[in-house]
């Protein structure tokens, strides 16, 4: 079964850091896409990154770019969001996510999303 669980959320004062971590199973990275969505309150689901090893590419929301890196070892089998710069904005739950890798790009994923999901991790990000 694929499960993925999400860790290292918290509270952190804007432009801060914070580094998430997502521990898989069932599946391995270079047949799947990889990502992390995020959710803040009262707002849709949207996505902050996406990796897939098939396609050779690491896509990132507009609004994250230049601060958050998604990292993946996949000899463990983990991925990471190091999100530096923390804004008031960036507050959400965190969530890490995978799907079969359909050979696409990261915007497809975040529209149409994914098969797998993780727990999500909180991060407040405070003015």
């Known amino acids: 079964d694929v499960q993925l669980q999400a860790s290292g959320g918290g509270l952190v004062q804007a432009g801060g850091s914070l580094r998430l971590s997502c521990a898989a199973s069932?599946?391995?990275?270079?047949?799947?896409?990889i990502a992390w969505f995020r959710q803040a309150p009262g707002k849709e689901r949207e996505g902050v990154s996406c990796?897939?090893?098939?396609?050779?590419?690491?896509y990132y929301a507009d609004s994250v770019k230049g601060r958050f890196t998604m990292s993946s070892d996949n000899v463990q089998n983990t991925m990471f969001l190091q999100m530096n710069s923390l804004k008031p904005e960036d507050t959400a739950v965190y969530f890490c996510a995978a799907t079969r890798d359909k050979f696409v790009g990261g915007s497809w994923y975040f529209r149409y999303g994914m098969d797998y999901w993780g727990k999500g991790t909180l991060v407040t990000v405070s003015s």
């Open positions: 069932g599946f391995t990275f270079d047949e799947y896409a």
């Open positions: 990796i897939s090893s098939r396609v050779g590419s690491t």
